[in-house]
């Protein structure tokens, strides 16, 4: 995860959590999505915004479509 977020912003000045997550899709789900919000807080470089909502989306091993909204999380080089 880690390796991935370093590359996307060795690609692009930023990038959000949204586009990593259309990019690579979840495995996890609702764990990976906390482990992303685990590492923007960890990386000052990382922001998370809470005046704006992005909206996550992904399909759990039952095959069930699950969506979670959370702060804007957008990662910079």
Do not use: F, N
Not at 37 to 58: G, P
């Amino acid at each position: 995860m880690v390796a991935y977020i370093r590359r996307a912003v060795q690609t692009w000045p930023q990038i959000s959590l949204a586009e990593i997550v259309e990019s690579r899709p979840l495995e996890r789900g609702l764990a990976e999505i906390v482990a992303y919000l685990s590492l923007a807080a960890d990386d000052s470089r990382a922001l998370i915004d809470d005046e704006h909502k992005q909206t996550i989306a992904w399909t759990d091993a039952t095959g069930h479509e699950r969506q979670a909204t959370l702060p804007l999380v957008v990662y910079c080089r």
